[in-house]
């Protein structure tokens, strides 16, 4: 599947150039010509990576950056900013702001497609690590630790949007009774077939009435935790 890369400038010229240089590199590339546009389609589209003019009317790059990384949605998207500033200055303040890398007009397509490719590797590689620490050793599926950072984006996700979220966190006793000749993973795939997403909280339990409150669990008791979305 190829990478999607989100173009935000207000110069077309820039917008073909980069899809020209991309395109044939398994990347994909959308675009947007001014920065409210560029912060909704990357909150919508989810791409995986961003060129990011500095210079445009309404917002420009620094204030899309900073929303771009205050949004739980988007903070981890790598954003290179592509720019004709060429100040020391300019290139410092966009790296503390958490862009990944700087490019400076005109560029060469060969040099954009390196540093594109290279963003996206350190992307690849971060998800990849990102989804061994979630993922629950024994069953496969995603663990508290998961659920926990899905739980504080979904519900900064429900007060940007104003709209209702709901989450069911079921326990369940005696769980060793049912499904024995499933093992332990076949039991939990079994089980969560129709849940978008499952979660194993065996070895944690959850407060409820406490926002991000993760101990240990009853003894005698096992809790498992699924998601409806």
Known sequence: ??????VVDDDPAIHALAK????NWFTQCIGAFDGESGVRMAT?????AILLDMNMLGL?????????KANTVTQKIPIIFLTSRTAVADKVLGMEMGAADYITKPFDPDELRVRVRSALR????LRMAETRVATDQLTGLLN???LQRRIEADVSAARR?????ACVLAAVEQWDQP?????????WRASLRRWTTGTNCSNHWVNPGATNSFGSRPKGSSRRCAKRT
């Open 20 to 23: 020209e240089s991309l395109t």
């Open 122 to 125: 350190s992307r690849d590689s």
């Open 44 to 48: 919508e589209r989810k791409p995986d």
């Open 161 to 165: 949007s104003g709209k209702a979220l």
């Open 179 to 187: 499904f024995d000749s499933l093992g332990e993973a076949g039991r």
């Open 144 to 146: 508290s630790a998961y």
């Open 1 to 6: 599947m190829p990478h999607r890369v989100l």
């Open 60 to 68: 420009d790059g620094y204030e899309v950056c900073r929303q771009l």
